[in-house]
Structures are given as structure tokens and as C-alpha cells.
């Protein structure tokens, strides 16, 4: 396609995605919304890769899916990847924008700020750029300080000169774009699919769980998920219910191992660990309640998912 080109509507699209971790995957929020998207968009006849990084789920290997090359009709390659804390994203990043820079793309669509550092590559060759911003990355705790915020700003600063349309999940995030930078940018909020409601099964034999005898957070064990907050509210309490926090680490081992001595001596806080499948729409059916205690969010698909199953939302 011709530099100002553009396919006439209708057309069928050739779209490359990049900025998350893998798909098929629930390794966090933006994995879910990718997949979701690409499927949606195969499903439509439009050809669409997705490049995945190289590497092992971020809970532990045992999570890893078996590498597939096609998956529901979406085209999975996978990029180099510098398996480090701070540089696999950095890097699978670059490859991956460098890849699909020399593919036979129409749109770049290019997930969070970070990844965004190298939406200049496919620009540079003249591929139509879409950045979705699904949060303000370089505010939250793990990347308040040095390099990793000030790369993720940089990426937020880049989308905003190079990308062809910005897309944001909360009208406060469009409102700070438009007040930082001048810039208009496209409000399209998150969605979920419907649920298929369980009894208590599998976690009545594996945890001991039956209907609305726990409380549930269910998201990545990440510091500025509040979960701090969420388990010493919950030690102050005279209750019967149990604490589940479902979800593994995202990098943050130290801080899994804080958060569990900060629960040691109180038998009702459970950790499940990642989870998925059938055990993940079980704990979503049966909580008494939903407890999202987050310092910073964009637009939380976990609570979504937890209102989609009719709970009762904290």
C-alpha cells in the first residue's frame, strides 16, 4: 500500500499486534484483551499476527502453553527475547516492532506505553500505527524510579508524535492526553464475553471452598494492586469467610514472599496461585465477594469478569 493510501472500507486489513506477553494467555489484563481482538478480528476475515515473546509464563513454566505457529484462526509468531527482569519487555518489543516494520502489514496496532517506545520503526515505514494506552504504566510502583519509568514515559511521549490514532480505556486517561499533550485520542472502554456460571467443584476438593465462604482478589500479585492493604484490613476482621488471592507473580517474587509472611499465622487467607479454566470461573461463581483494593488501574478486566458473574463488587 502506497504512503496516504487507504483500504476502502470494507476491505479486508493485514494487522500486526505486539506490546503483550503471549496468546493464548491470562499472564494479565492486556493479554486477554489482545486475544479477545485478534479472534474477534480473524473471525471477520481481516489476516492478523500476533507476536508473541519468547520465554516462559511469568507464574513459572509450569504455565506454559505448547508453542503453536496458528491459534483460532490468528497467525502466533514469536520474537527474541532477553529473558531478564526489565528486558523482556524492552526487547521482545523491539524485535517484534522491527519484524512487523518489514512485514506486509496495513496497521501496526502496538498494546501499552512501554512497548510504544518503538512505534517509530513500523512509522518509519510508512505502516498505519494504532497505540492502545491501557494505563499509565510509568506511574505504577514497580517503575516509579529510574530507567523503566522514564522508557515507559518516553514510549507514552512517542505514541502521542508518531501514533495514527491513540486508543484509552477511561475518560480520565483521554482527558489527561488531551491536557498534557493537545492530543485527541479515541475512548473505546473494555469488555468482557458472558460467563459460564460453576458450582464449587474442583475447588471444594482442591482448597476447600464451597459457595460464598470467601472473599476473592483474583488478579497478578503486583505492588500496586493494594493487595498489602486488602490482607491487613482483612486480619482486623471478625469473620468466618475466607481471604482467596488468586493470581502469580509478575516479576515480584520478593514482594509474593512479603505479602505471604505479612499473612503468616492467619489461616484464613489462601493463596491459590495462578490460576485458569475451570478453577478461575468457580472462584468467580461462588465469592461472597470481589475485592479490587488497586492504587492504580486502567480499566480492570478482573472486575469486569467479576461483575459479568453477578458478584458483589468492593
Known sequence: MKRGQRKREGEKLNIAMLGHKRIPSREGG????????????????????????KGHHVSGARFDQTAVRQYEGVNIRTVPTIEKRGLAAVSSSFFASLASAFGPYDVVHIHAEGPAFFCWIPKLFRKRVVVTVHGLDWSREKWKSGFGSRFIRQGERNAVKYADEIIVLSEGVQDYFRKTYGRDTRFIPNGVTRPRIREAEEITRRFDLVKDSYM???????????IRYLIEAFKSVKTDKKLVIAGGSSDTDDFVKELKQLAAGDSRILFT??????????????????????????????????????????
Open 273 to 314: 496461585g495462578f490460576v485458569q479454566g475451570k478453577i478461575l470461573d468457580e472462584l468467580y461463581s461462588n465469592a461472597y465477594l470481589y475485592c479490587l483494593p488497586s492504587d492504580l488501574e486502567g480499566m480492570p478486566l478482573s472486575l469486569l469478569e467479576a461483575m459479568s458473574y453477578g458478584n458483589c463488587c468492593l
Open 216 to 226: 476473592l482478589f483474583l488478579g497478578r500479585l503486583v505492588p500496586e494492586k493494594g
Open 30 to 53: 492486556i493479554e486477554i484483551v489482545v486475544e479477545e481482538l485478534c479472534v474477534r478480528m480473524a473471525d471477520l476475515g481481516h489476516s492478523v499476527t500476533c507476536y508473541n515473546r
